[in-house]
């Protein structure tokens, strides 16, 4: 099908997504900068503490998922919104639970598969390109010999 196209159409669709893709990114580092702002703010602080935004801390259990009773009981309340909690400790000695939005090993599983489908899409589309390439190739090649076979 592409083959088909003027260079003048491919140029002009070329030029509408590229405008069209940085559209959306710009759309979307707006959101994504005001998001986190208002959720930190909706977030229940176990203990009802915050002493981890003015003092330093130390990380004592990092992001991970909330058990299903804490989810169901509501015993925790930071686990109400996202459903993962972090553990520290502030500089004062105070045992802080607080709300983060995801966990990092599973963001990193999550973007490796992603990644590795878009591979497996890449090379899938490439071998179909190459087996079309090499169709055309041979019926290019066949209607030529037929040609050149019928000229006395």
Not at 70 to 99: A, P
Not at 116 to 140: E, P
């Given at each position: ?38 959720r ?20 004592l ?5 909330c ?40 963001e ?12 497996v ?32």
């Amino acid at each position: 099908m592409l083959e088909n196209c003027q260079r003048y159409h491919m140029v002009l669709g070329l030029g509408a997504l590229t405008l069209v893709t940085i559209l959306v990114l710009i759309i979307e580092s707006r959101y994504a900068a005001e998001g986190p702002r208002r959720r930190e703010q909706q977030f229940l602080i176990e203990n009802n503490s915050t002493c981890w935004r003015h003092e330093p801390y130390i990380v004592l259990q990092e992001c991970h998922p909330c058990s299903e009773f804490d989810i169901v009981s509501k015993s925790l309340g930071v686990c109400i919104h996202t459903h993962y909690k972090e553990v520290l400790r502030c500089k004062s000695g105070e045992i802080v639970t607080k709300s983060c939005d995801r966990v990092a090993l599973i963001e990193q599983r999550n973007f490796i598969k992603f990644e590795s489908a878009c591979f497996v899409l890449g090379v899938l589309s490439y071998l179909i390109g190459y087996a079309r390439d090499r169709v055309l190739s041979r019926r290019t090649y066949l209607k030529i010999e037929r040609q050149l076979n019928r000229v006395p």
